[in-house]
């Protein structure tokens, strides 16, 4: 069984639109289950779910961010596999058809991605040569970006036994930490068909709606420095990409005169970097 988890806030129709594109799968050998996590949506949300046929479970819980609401559908699930659907985003009709082909011809891989479609403000746009998604072992290029779409994956639920799920502390910039945890551990599959379209532009998009998101890309590398098991690469790695963010995210702050942020993130980075090299020499 493959699982799909629809985390939703006050997107009705555009959640309609998402689920439909679920319903039309075709050819999949596996059974879909359908579950939708409405994060306390004050539209009518749960009424226009009601009226869609097919089986779709509705869970309902209190306003707590879309990684409360993806680890909710995770625990509730009871697939093998698990795919992410953002609802504003939508699947063409064989995307899980082509992603289980991938597993009958891959069966060491426990995760996999498509390519994707992007529209904002209803134009399609072209990605730019560094978006790109990777395949394989690529925890380096995770650490540049994040090039992994929660509507894009499908994953073993064995994956979240090891990694750990979406951090819940995290506002945003919680699929970069999580990617960053799966892939120093797993390599990544790629089906080279765009079979998701991305729709952008939406005033209440994430990246559009918090600041700092560089900020809690360092508390991801930080975190993941001090709890995964990193190998020495990856270690080296992830410090000098760690340096890096720091460096962009200081000066930043600097220049909008926000200068003890600054210094705050300068003491973090530094103490966490000087703990890794004193590990690698005692190693």
């Known amino acids: 069984m493959i699982s799909v988890i629809i985390p939703t806030f006050n997107r009705a129709k555009l959640l309609t639109e998402a689920v439909r594109s679920v319903l039309e799968q075709k050819d999949c050998p ?70 289980m082909e991938f597993f ?20 399609r746009i072209n990605a730019r040569k560094y978006h790109k998604k990777p395949a394989g072992y690529c925890f380096t290029a995770l650490l540049e970006r994040c090039l992994i779409s929660p509507s894009a994956v499908v994953i073993n639920r064995r994956v979240f036994d090891s990694a750990g799920l979406f951090d819940e502390s995290l506002p945003a910039c919680e699929d970069y930490d999580l990617w960053l945890r799966i892939g120093c551990r797993f390599q990544i599959g790629l089906v ?42 990856q270690m080296s790695a992830a410090g000098k990409m760690l340096e890096k963010k720091r460096r962009i995210y200081s000066d930043g702050c600097r220049k909008r005169g926000r200068v003890l942020e600054a210094q705050r993130v300068d003491a973090l980075v530094h103490e966490e970097l000087q703990r890794v090299r004193l590990q690698a020499q005692s190693t």
């Open 104 to 123: 009958l011809d891959h069966p060491e891989s426990l995760l996999c991605q498509t390519e994707e479609i992007w529209i904002r403000n209803g134009r």
């Open 192 to 233: 080279e068909k765009p079979l998701v379209v991305k729709r952008g532009g939406h005033p209440d998009q994430l990246s559009a709606t918090i600041a700092n998101l560089d900020l809690y890309r360092l508390e991801a590398i930080v975190k993941l420095l001090r709890t995964a098991p990193l190998d020495p690469a």
């Open 30 to 99: 596996e059974e879909i289950e359908i579950i939708v996590v409405d994060d306390g949506s004050t539209d009518d949300t749960a009424e226009t779910l009601a009226a869609l046929p097919g089986n779709i479970r509705y869970l309902r819980r209190e306003h707590s961010g879309v990684s409360a609401a993806r680890n909710l559908g995770i625990a509730q699930s009871r697939g093998e596999w698990i795919a992410f659907l953002d609802s504003d985003d939508l699947w063409l009709p064989i995307k899980l058809c082509a992603q």
